[in-house]
């Protein structure tokens, strides 16, 4: 079996897309990767709604802007952003990457990808688990978009508050009774406009692994016979 390894340690979230159309069977498969997530008592909540009007992906994109730009307005009155980008050197363009992030343009990208995706869940079928089965979803659509060749990103900003939730789903004409569907996100599929750098560094496994209790990094030694490995096995299962 292929180890999805790569596809992983290489995916990274795209903003920006060329404005190709995506051909419909890789929209497909994406979703068809999705269909195959793992869901708890195979209750399968998930719901996805393709959207490629330019005027739907638009009031999308707006909504994607007053969402973010309202958290990152937070995060630059206490100062949290300018820490961020501190490493920018030339004042102007570091002023003009702070008003990029706290202005919300930062996540509008919905308005010039070719294909959205809204994820949804039915709250009738398992309830419980929606938000959890929604996310293996959401991880199988960006994985097999990469491996297709597409670019992807993830975005839950604007229906993080359950106002916007409210309005997002007024947009796609989803019921809004709270005790009908959740939105946990949507994805932004299209071909990626440039090459981007890798994927900014993940944290050593060292700094997040424990072994056997919290706090415990140090890996044990197994015992010697799990350490044995045979060349081949007759039919009792002995070397």
């Given at each position: ?132 089965d929604l996310s293996a ?103």
């Amino acid at each position: 079996m292929t180890d999805i390894l790569d596809v992983i340690v290489t995916r990274k979230s795209i903003r920006r897309f060329k404005p190709d159309p995506v051909p419909e069977e890789m929209i497909d498969k994406v979703l068809e990767a999705a269909r195959w997530a793992p869901t708890g008592e195979n209750y399968q909540p998930w719901r996805f709604i393709v959207i490629r009007d330019q005027e739907t992906r638009n009031k999308i994109g707006d909504l994607a802007k007053l969402g973010s730009g309202s958290r990152m307005t937070a995060w630059y009155c206490l100062g949290h952003m300018q820490e961020r980008f501190m490493k920018i050197e030339d004042p102007a363009k570091r002023a003009s990457v702070l008003e990029f992030m706290y202005s919300g343009r930062v996540s509008e990208f919905a308005k010039t990808s070719p294909v959205v995706i809204a994820v949804l869940g039915s709250l009738k079928e398992g309830s419980v688990d929606v938000p959890y089965d929604l996310s293996a979803a959401i991880e199988n659509i960006l994985l097999e978009a990469h491996s297709l060749g597409l670019g992807g990103c993830w975005v839950h900003g604007p229906v993080a508050s359950s106002r916007d939730a409210v309005k997002f789903k007024k947009i796609l004409n989803i019921p809004t009774a709270m005790s009908e569907y959740k939105v946990i996100a949507y994805i932004a599929i299209g071909w990626a406009l440039e090459q981007r750098k890798h994927p900014r560094p993940k944290l050593p496994l060292e700094e997040l692994v424990f072994w056997e209790e919290f706090g415990k990094t140090t890996r044990p030694k197994l015992p010697l016979e799990e350490l044995v490995y045979y060349e081949s096995f007759d039919e009792k299962g002995k070397a």
